[in-house]
């Protein structure tokens, strides 16, 4: 069956970095664009980056433009989100999501805390 499983979340200070990471299992990953969000309690769910299925494309939501960056290992059906210089107003649960047309896949999420 399809999976998607986040992994890389937890607690860490402001200005600090993580690494996310989404693997994906029970679909042809190669064929699929990815992308990463992320829901904070009370807020909308926010587009956070996306990258084509090859790679060749990526885009950021200006809140984290320069800051993360979206990568994928089609070798390997992984897709990361490298996060630098992280704010508090980073704190959110990431989601990734594979999407091929009308069809797409949710993981479970991975909580990320910013705080001192």
């Known amino acids: 069956q399809v999976q998607l499983v986040e992994s890389g979340g937890g607690l860490v200070q402001p200005g600090g970095s993580l690494r996310l990471s989404c693997a994906a299992s029970?679909?042809?990953?190669?064929?699929?664009?990815m992308s990463w969000h992320r829901r904070s309690p009370g807020k909308e769910r926010e587009l956070v980056a996306t990258i084509t299925s090859t790679g060749g494309i990526t885009n950021y939501a200006d809140s984290v433009k320069g800051r993360f960056t979206i990568s994928r290992d089609n070798s390997k059906n992984m897709v990361y989100l490298e996060m630098k210089s992280l704010k508090p107003e980073d704190t959110s649960v990431y989601y990734c999501?594979?999407?091929?047309?009308?069809?797409?896949?949710w993981g479970q999420g991975t909580q990320v805390t910013v705080s001192s």
């Open positions: 999501y594979a999407k091929r047309g009308a069809f797409g896949y």
């Open positions: 029970g679909f042809t990953f190669s064929s699929y664009s």
